[in-house]
């Protein structure tokens, strides 16, 4: 079952999320460009997060081949999502998905986002379009009355019509008082399925779209997640908090 917050706690759970917002807004487009490695963008990540006086929730975390080594999550072209950054450089043309959980004393923030690097063909700037209006189709759907089946049913119809994927093995989440919660939210679905949305719920809304096929394989760091067909993906998650009857975003800037 969802863990129902307070007030209170969701005005602490946004200040985790803001942190996000504001490096994603701020900070990294000015660095996201061909050059930089992906070991230097986690560099400024967790170095601007603890400027804030959060953690970088990832570090830590348990894998089947030991704990995740670095402070966000970081996923090139056909890297689906858990990407382990390294030395990889960016080169023009590419896509970043970029995805941080901050804990401010115990309240934790959750966003993606996929940025281009540099000059982007046309089918990955419809990725990235479209990824991110089905994100806020979702979000649209988050409201007291509807059903959790309801947000991944409309995020489903709406990337399916642009002639991409939804990934399935991976999903949405409760969020705030840690890193994942209950309830799951699948990007997919049939309406009135799954559990009523209340006030209270903090959720994470994060559609992941695939180019091509939805199914996935594993890297042999057993963390990074990439498309079966080799082509690329999209990611772009808000958490959100249902508040007097329908979704605020938490991981926006106000």
Request: glycine content about 10%; charged content about 25%; some cysteine.
């Amino acid at each position: 079952m969802a863990i129902i917050k307070t007030l209170e706690q969701i005005k602490e759970i946004k200040k985790s999320n803001q942190i996000i917002a504001k490096l994603y807004r701020d900070i990294l487009p000015k660095y996201i460009k061909p050059g930089i490695s992906t070991y230097d963008i986690d560099k400024i990540v967790d170095d601007y997060i603890r400027s804030q006086g959060a953690i970088p929730a990832c570090i830590g975390v348990p894998g089947p081949y030991g704990a995740f080594p670095a402070a966000t999550c970081i996923s090139v072209n056909e890297e689906v999502v858990h990407g382990v950054p390294n030395g990889r450089v960016l080169q023009n043309g590419d896509i970043v998905s970029i995805d941080t959980v901050t804990n401010l004393n115990g309240y934790f923030g959750d966003s993606a986002i996929t940025f281009p690097v540099g000059e982007i063909d046309e089918e990955s700037k419809k990725l990235l379009e479209v990824t991110e209006k089905s994100r806020t189709i979702g979000i649209e759907m988050a409201v007291v009355g509807n059903r959790l089946g309801d947000i991944g049913h409309a995020i489903q119809q709406y990337v399916e019509k642009n002639g991409f994927s939804v990934v399935r093995d991976y999903a949405g989440h409760g969020v705030g008082l840690s890193m994942h919660e209950e309830p799951m939210i699948p990007n997919f679905g049939k309406k009135g399925r799954g559990f009523k949305i209340e006030n209270g719920m903090v959720l994470a809304i994060e559609p992941m779209v695939n180019v091509g096929t939805y199914k996935l394989n594993m890297k042999n760091d057993g963390w990074t997640v990439v498309t079966k067909d080799g082509k690329r993906s999209a990611h772009f998650e808000h958490s959100i908090a249902i508040i007097d009857g329908k979704a605020v975003i938490l991981s926006e800037i106000d």
